[in-house]
């Protein structure tokens, strides 16, 4: 096991006492020791040997740009483990992508704790890339990255304003038409008891504004239900949002006490119970907008990267978290054709072409 977590040793011990080995965040070499340790090396191969550890199919990949946030949600914990937001070169984040789109990955999964804030730290450093300069940002990395020939999905962005610029990378077939952006709630109050930048309103017109731009754009997000202190009517605040921001991919928590949050300290917790029977109201209601939203995906032709055969995905679908497309047939790691026959709430059904 390896990550934030691994500082507290005793705990996963505890919990999983047959655990091989426990790291800390950042600790390759304390992995590949591990690994070694248990798994003799292979031979070398003068790519994948690069890229240090990959722990995903061959196909596609996630792309670490950055680690620790400079955000304080009184939920989270992250900071403490990690740190403030620390951005990798992007000399070197582009050489790692060139390296595993050499390897063969056919995606490439942006991720950090805050994509959207990527080279605030560096006040967007310029670097070189391929000899040409780029700045250390985020635009300037998603337009460098659409340059690679693969599919570029983004994750944990927030809604800042220079967000809207990498959309018509998306309308232009740059990069993928997805956003991963958690909004976490839509009462004001709560998202001020979150610490949330982001606000319900400004929200749905940067929603419209996206759309407008990139009809095709799929944009995903969590939520907590439960917070400390919401309300039946801030529940049903959130509802509404729910229904008027039509979101195509929706994760729903319900709210737990981390060790060391802040939020821990806010009064007036809400039962065990009404966490439960909201979010599985939240979630009934995020089903029924899903299975609209897919039915009108029927009698459509997707392009589909195959995970296994039979089952793939579109570009609004990422890997583990999302819906998938079922067909006949199909290799990992290959582009088809799925023409679509029907939809469930999550999922889509078709023929490959």
Known sequence: MTGCLGVKQDVIKQAHPAVLAITGPHDTPGVMKAVHQHLPPKPHDPYTDLIGVKLTPPHYAYLKISEGCNHRCTFCIIPSMRGDLVSRPIAEVMQEAGNLVKAGVKELLVIS???????????????????????????????????????????????????????????????????????????????????????????????????????????????????????????????????????????????????????????????????TVRKEKFMLAQARISAQKLKRKVGKTLRVLVDEPGIGRSSADAPEIDGVVHFKGGKAGEFRHVTIDRADEHDLYGRLQ
């Open 113 to 275: 704790q805050d994509t959207s804030a990527y080279g605030v730290d560096v006040k967007y450093r310029t670097g070189f890339v391929g000899g040409k300069p780029v700045k250390t940002r985020m635009t300037d990395l998603c337009r460098t990255l659409g340059e690679l020939g693969v599919w570029v999905r983004l994750h944990y962005v927030y809604p800042y304003p220079h967000v809207d610029q990498v959309i018509p990378l998306m309308a232009e077939g740059k990069i993928l038409p997805y956003l991963d952006v958690p909004f976490q709630h839509a009462s004001p109050r709560i998202l001020k008891l979150m610490k949330r930048p982001a606000n319900a309103e400004k929200v749905l017109e940067r929603l419209q504004r996206w759309r407008e731009i990139c009809p095709d754009i799929t944009v995903r997000s969590t939520f907590i239900v439960g917070f400390p202190g919401e309300t039946e009517a801030e529940f049903q605040e959130l509802l509404a949002f729910l229904e008027e921001a039509q979101l195509d991919r929706v994760g729903c928590f319900a709210y737990s006490q981390v060790e060391g949050a802040v939020a821990n300290e806010l009064p007036d917790a809400v039962p065990e119970e009404v966490k």
